[in-house]
């Protein structure tokens, strides 16, 4: 049935230099270390959803988490295939700035521990400040809820790092680059527990550590709180530098953002600010508002352009519409069966990214893409999902028309390309029927009303 090519007899299937080959080991390396992180993360998620549930009140809507797990899935299949490039390295850092070299000793990663702590707080001002670093950091906050699952809202739209840069710091110290490799993911995931409404404040660790109570001010769209605790470890580069505000017993924070993304898709929320950006700047009459949009303070449009090309803004936390799309059992069911489905895509991926190899391990990724816009277009109720979701099922049916196989699986299961293919066919054909459902391109929002006198904090 299938045509064989023999394409994945050999997991080197083109020729590679030995860096490639270095880069792509330390590639599955970290594909290996995510599939250990991610049903560890998904367990907690879930955790959380029951444990609200059990407790009566729930901080995780469906569709949002939905959203949030798929927002995680292209954040890490794009940090796995090493898909951004660093203008200079911190290893070239070390060797030509360093004023001095120590050891990798127990002190060495503290002292690692706190310079990316004190980079990753300039880093998140820089990004809430100036409105083109916006877009680099929207999507974490985009979710209208606040829990574990909006966590792994992380960005796409970033390609070039200058993170480097801003660890300078760490480099005149010569801390080694094994250290900074091993703490960085380190720090990134200890920034996952306190994404939670269930934690009440937690005594003298609020005058240490970042807590939920002062993440829950930090993703609040509310006057009081926007831009405020941006630390991410230490709370205390917040109280040293002005940009700490402790959550008030009167205010209960609001979450989101004060124009609402309206939409499930990820993909889109990791450009949208960009785009409005790119419209504002060609419509804009001045040619130094033009320049200046991009460095301005985040929000700021251009007068002409505000009052011709007004934006949606909320303008009152307490009274708002929540996003919400239109939903069923068996929808939701639906639902869930293709995020199971995208992680189980993912994993075969992160488990054999040097055995796929180049350039097919790219291939890979952008079908992943596919699948994810395909997916939440129809967590969206777009009425054109159904042709995303044919795109997905012609790229995924061609990769094993073309190569035989789907990236070498028949190793391990001679039958999977018969139940992939069945997978695509009735993913397209369940499309089909949610986006000729009536009023199935009209996203249904319902309205969240606030009041300062009736809402709590757990």
Same mark, same amino acid.
């Not at 739209?157 to 300078?168: E, L, P, Q, T, Y």
């Not at 680059?177 to 990134?188: K, N, R």
């Not at 009023?439 to 009736?454: E, G, P, V, W």
């Given at each position: 049935?299938?045509?064989?090519?023999?394409?994945?007899?050999?997991?080197?299937?083109?020729? $590679?230099?030995?860096?490639?080959?270095? /880069?792509?080991?330390?590639?599955?390396?970290?594909? @290996?270390?995510?599939?250990?992180?991610?049903?560890?993360?998904? *367990?907690?998620?879930?955790?959380?959803?029951?444990?609200?549930?059990?407790?009566?009140?729930?901080?995780?809507?469906?569709?949002?988490?939905?959203?949030?797990?798929?927002?995680?899935?292209?954040?890490?299949?794009?940090?796995?295939?090493?898909?951004?490039?660093?203008?200079?390295?911190?290893?070239?850092?070390?060797?030509?700035?360093?004023?001095?070299?120590? @050891?990798?000793?127990?002190?060495?990663?503290?002292?690692?521990?706190?310079?990316?702590?004190? &980079?990753?707080?300039?880093?998140?001002?820089?990004?809430?400040?100036?409105?083109?670093?916006?877009?680099?950091? +929207?999507?974490?906050?985009?979710?209208?809820?606040?829990?574990?699952?909006?966590?792994?809202?992380?960005?796409?739209?970033?390609?070039?790092?200058?993170?480097?840069?801003?660890? +300078?710091?760490?480099?005149?110290?010569?801390?080694?680059?094994?250290?900074?490799?091993?703490?960085?993911?380190?720090?990134?995931?200890?920034?996952?527990?306190?994404? &939670?409404?269930?934690?009440?404040?937690?005594?003298?660790?609020?005058?240490?550590?970042?807590?939920?109570?002062?993440?829950?001010?930090?993703?609040?769209?509310?006057?009081?709180?926007?831009?405020?605790?941006?630390?991410?470890?230490?709370?205390?580069?917040?109280?040293?530098?002005?940009?700490?505000?402790?959550?008030?017993?009167?205010?209960?924070?609001?979450?989101?953002?004060?124009?609402?993304?309206?939409?499930?898709?990820?993909?889109?929320?990791?450009?949208?600010?960009?785009?409005?950006?790119?419209?504002?700047?060609?419509?804009?009459?001045?040619?130094?508002? $033009?320049?200046?949009?991009?460095?301005?303070?985040?929000?700021?449009?251009?007068?002409?352009?505000?009052?011709?090309?007004?934006?949606?803004?909320?303008?009152?936390?307490?009274?708002?519409? $929540?996003?919400?799309?239109?939903?069923?059992?068996?929808?939701?069911?639906?639902?869930?069966?293709?995020?199971?489905?995208?992680?189980?895509?993912?994993?075969?991926?992160?488990?054999?990214?040097?055995?796929?190899?180049?350039?097919?391990?790219?291939?890979?990724? *952008?079908?992943?893409?596919?699948?994810?816009? /395909?997916?939440?277009?129809?967590?969206?109720?777009?009425?054109?999902?159904?042709?995303?979701?044919?795109?997905?099922?012609?790229?995924?049916?061609?990769?094993?028309?073309?190569?035989?196989?789907?990236?070498?699986?028949?190793?391990?299961?001679?039958?999977?390309?018969?139940?992939?293919?069945?997978?695509?066919?009735?993913?397209?054909?369940?499309?089909?029927?949610?986006?000729?459902?009536?009023?199935?391109?009209?996203?249904?929002?319902?309205?969240?009303?606030?009041?300062?006198?009736?809402? &709590?904090?757990?």
């Amino acid at each position: 049935m299938w045509v064989n090519h023999e394409l994945w007899q050999s997991p080197h299937t083109l020729a $590679k230099s030995p860096d490639f080959a270095k /880069a792509q080991q330390k590639m599955e390396q970290y594909g @290996k270390i995510l599939l250990i992180a991610m049903p560890a993360f998904l *367990a907690l998620v879930l955790f959380e959803k029951w444990y609200g549930w059990y407790r009566g009140k729930d901080t995780v809507r469906n569709l949002d988490m939905i959203s949030s797990l798929t927002s995680g899935v292209t954040n890490v299949t794009k940090d796995v295939l090493g898909l951004s490039i660093a203008i200079i390295s911190y290893s070239w850092l070390v060797n030509h700035l360093a004023i001095t070299h120590i @050891k990798a000793t127990w002190l060495t990663y503290l002292i690692a521990f706190i310079c990316i702590d004190f &980079t990753g707080y300039w880093v998140h001002r820089i990004d809430h400040k100036v409105n083109f670093f916006w877009n680099s950091h +929207i999507i974490h906050h985009s979710s209208e809820e606040f829990n574990l699952a909006c966590a792994l809202r992380q960005s796409i739209s970033v390609f070039v790092r200058i993170f480097s840069f801003i660890m +300078i710091p760490a480099a005149l110290l010569g801390v080694p680059s094994i250290v900074v490799a091993t703490v960085l993911p380190l720090h990134l995931f200890a920034q996952f527990w306190y994404h &939670t409404r269930h934690i009440k404040k937690m005594g003298f660790l609020e005058k240490i550590i970042v807590t939920p109570s002062h993440h829950r001010v930090h993703h609040a769209l509310n006057k009081e709180y926007i831009d405020k605790n941006l630390g991410q470890i230490f709370i205390f580069w917040d109280k040293l530098f002005g940009t700490f505000q402790e959550e008030l017993p009167d205010v209960p924070p609001v979450y989101g953002i004060t124009r609402p993304v309206r939409t499930w898709n990820p993909i889109k929320i990791n450009f949208q600010h960009l785009w409005l950006l790119i419209k504002d700047a060609w419509r804009a009459n001045s040619f130094k508002d $033009k320049l200046r949009i991009w460095f301005m303070p985040t929000g700021w449009r251009p007068a002409d352009v505000e009052e011709k090309y007004p934006v949606y803004k909320i303008d009152d936390a307490y009274n708002f519409e $929540k996003y919400e799309t239109t939903q069923s059992t068996l929808f939701l069911s639906w639902s869930w069966f293709q995020l199971v489905a995208l992680l189980l895509f993912i994993s075969y991926l992160f488990g054999n990214v040097a055995r796929i190899g180049s350039p097919h391990m790219y291939y890979y990724g *952008a079908f992943v893409f596919i699948y994810v816009y /395909a997916f939440t277009e129809m967590l969206d109720r777009n009425k054109y999902a159904f042709v995303w979701e044919l795109l997905k099922a012609v790229v995924g049916i061609g990769f094993i028309y073309w190569y035989g196989d789907w990236f070498g699986v028949n190793t391990y299961y001679s039958w999977m390309n018969y139940l992939l293919v069945s997978f695509f066919v009735v993913s397209f054909l369940v499309s089909v029927f949610y986006s000729l459902q009536p009023n199935s391109n009209m996203a249904l929002r319902f309205a969240k009303i606030y009041r300062r006198d009736t809402e &709590t904090q757990s």
